[in-house]
Each structure stands twice: as C-alpha cells, then as structure tokens.
Nanobody
C-alpha cells in the first residue's frame, strides 16, 4: 500500500516562502507521477502542480506559475513544492498525490488521475 506523508506547512506572512515535502513509501516511487493539490475552506480541491515520473516534465496552475516549483528526488522517494512570494489566497490545506502512470505532467491536472493521497498539511498566509 502506497503511503504519502506531507510536511512543511505553517503560518507565514505574505511574500514569504515555504517548502512542502511529501515522503512516499510502500511502492516503487519512480513508477509514480506526483501532484500537489490544495483545498481552501468552502472551496473545491484544486490542482497546483504535477511532475512526471522522471522529473523531466512539470506543469502548474496559472495561479502559481512562476512562484511555485515542484521537484522530486527519486533516490529519496520525496517530492517537494517550493512556494515563493506567498499570497493570502494561497491559504489552504495542501495535499500530495501519486498516480501510477507515465503520462506527462500537463495531463495530470485532475484529482481523478491520482490513486493515492496524503492527509494534507495546512498552509496559512497572513496579509
């Protein structure tokens, strides 16, 4: 059973940076494309970023493009989300997800593509 555990969330001020981490266990990490989603109170879960199996393809939502960077370390079974220039509207619970697929990252923007999810980590950005 694949397990995902996020960490790195917290309370920061607008303009600050945070790096989220997601540790993956129980599977062959290199067989999974990875994604980050977020859900703010009263809103639906939304796509943030995705990365392909090898890390060669990445894709971002328009709302975070240029501020967030997704990366992975296949030797450590880790995926990261570097978040810079944070805004209050980035406040949400952030979820890591895994998809056993070789699809390119741009095709992995919907939650239904992912079979495994973490429990989430809270990110709060104050103004």
């Amino acid at each position: 059973q694949v397990q995902l555990v996020e960490s790195g969330g917290g309370l920061v001020q607008a303009g600050d940076s945070l790096r989220l981490s997601c540790a993956v266990s129980g599977g062959t990490f290199s067989q999974y494309a990875m994604g980050w989603f977020r859900q703010a109170p009263g809103k639906e879960r939304e796509f943030v970023a995705a990365i392909g199996r090898t890390g060669s393809s990445t894709y971002y939502s328009d709302s975070v493009k240029g501020r967030f960077t997704i990366s992975r370390d296949n030797a450590k079974n880790m995926v990261y989300l570097q978040m810079n220039s944070l805004k209050p509207e980035d406040t949400a619970v952030y979820y890591c997800a895994a998809a056993e697929t070789n699809l390119a990252a741009r095709l992995l923007t919907t939650a239904a593509r992912y079979g495994y999810w973490g429990q989430g980590t809270q990110v709060t950005v104050s103004s």
